[in-house]
Structure formats: structure tokens, C-alpha cells
């Protein structure tokens, strides 16, 4: 290999390893993360995604890999189905969570305070946002275009925090959300459909 051959390779390998290397996070605002939040989600209606489910149980120590669906519409309607052997159904309708899972199909109901419901975030999300809302913390940063907002209500809720991994058209990459008994959900999302046209009736448990 002659000199030039061993420059040229050195500076693909270079080059080459530059481009693989993971994307450094950028530490940003509150209100930037949020206003990036704000500005994604005004052009959406609903959509619907398939996703990975990773649940980690504190009390088992062991965490499952689920598969399934949900669907989200403006301002207070999300629903997601896991598929076999984990089946279970979920709708939360703003502040209130219905769930059916196992064999008897027992409707399991949980109220969440009315300050972690959908509907009063979308209510603050409808306007430029130019201070943080009451009762909650925020945390945000850029990795190259993917956002990341982690929002911690004050407060006895069930939740502990919510993460939101989104691009700066809305999409959502991923949700992970941390209970105060130290159960952790990871879902990631794929073939997310924006504004399909979805109504109250595609938001049943039946």
C-alpha cells in the first residue's frame, strides 16, 4: 500500500467513524423542549402507531417485552392494545383509566388527579408557552433532531415522571413513563399514522 493509499484509508476510517458515532445531547430550556412540544403537536389531530412495550416490574425484578397498538385524538383520548400472551386493553379518557386484562376481562378503573389529565395539558399546549406551568417539573435536551422532555408532576399522583421523545413535526419516537412504586414502561413507537380521521368510536374497550 503506498503512502497516498494509507492517507486516503485513514481518512475514510476516520470520516467513517465520525459519522457512526452516537449524536451528543444538547441540554436545552424547559421552554424550548416544551414550545418544540407545542409547535409538533398543533398540525395533529390523532394517530395511531404500532408499538414495543418493555414493562419492568419492581416487585418481579424482571421486565417484559410486549407488542401491540394505540391510538391517540385530540384533546383526551388515548388507547392502546398488547397483543398475546400479555393481552390487556387500555383507555384513559383525559384523567380516568380503564383496563381489561386476564381471563375474566374485569374492568380495572383507576382516577388519576385532575392535574395529570390529557385534556388540561392540551389546554396549555394550545398557546405559545412563555412560562412553566404550576405543579410540575421540566427537563429537556436535543440528541441531533430528536427532542426529549421529561415532565415530573408535584405532588401523590400515581406517575412519577413522563418522558416524550419526539421529532419537530410531532412524531413520537418514544414514551417512557416512571410509576412511584418503581415500575418503569418503555414503549417505542413504529409506523406512526398522523391525522388518519380517527373518532370516539375507535376509543372503546368493547
Known amino acids: 500500500m503506498t503512502v497516498k493509499q494509507v492517507r486516503v484509508f485513514a481518512l475514510v476510517l476516520w470520516t467513517s467513524l465520525l459519522t457512526s458515532a452516537p449524536g451528543h445531547a444538547r441540554t436545552i430550556s424547559p421552554l424550548e423542549g416544551l414550545e418544540a412540544l407545542r409547535r409538533g403537536f398543533a398540525g395533529l389531530s390523532d394517530f395511531t402507531a404500532d408499538i414495543t412495550q418493555e414493562k419492568r416490574l419492581s416487585l418481579m425484578k424482571r421486565t417484559m417485552v410486549m407488542n401491540g397498538s394505540l391510538r391517540f385524538k385530540k384533546p383526551d383520548l388515548f388507547f392502546m392494545e398488547i397483543a398475546p400472551p400479555f393481552s390487556s386493553r387500555m383507555l384513559l379518557k383525559d384523567s380516568v383509566i380503564e383496563q381489561v386484562s386476564g381471563k375474566d376481562k374485569t374492568p380495572n378503573r383507576i382516577v388519576l388527579p385532575p392535574e395529570q389529565g390529557l385534556k388540561q395539558w392540551f ?84
Open 123 to 206: 389546554v396549555k399546549l394550545s398557546a405559545p408557552i412563555t412560562s412553566l406551568p404550576d405543579g410540575v417539573d421540566v427537563q429537556a435536551d436535543l440528541t441531533n433532531a430528536v427532542y426529549s422532555v421529561t415532565i415530573s408532576p408535584q405532588g401523590k399522583g400515581q406517575v412519577k415522571d413522563i418522558s416524550i421523545l419526539f421529532l419537530a413535526d410531532g412524531t413520537i419516537k418514544k414514551l417512557i413513563i416512571n410509576e412511584r412504586n418503581g415500575d418503569r414502561a418503555t414503549m417505542t413507537l413504529k409506523k406512526v399514522r398522523r391525522n388518519v380521521g380517527l373518532s370516539e368510536r375507535d376509543f372503546r374497550l368493547e
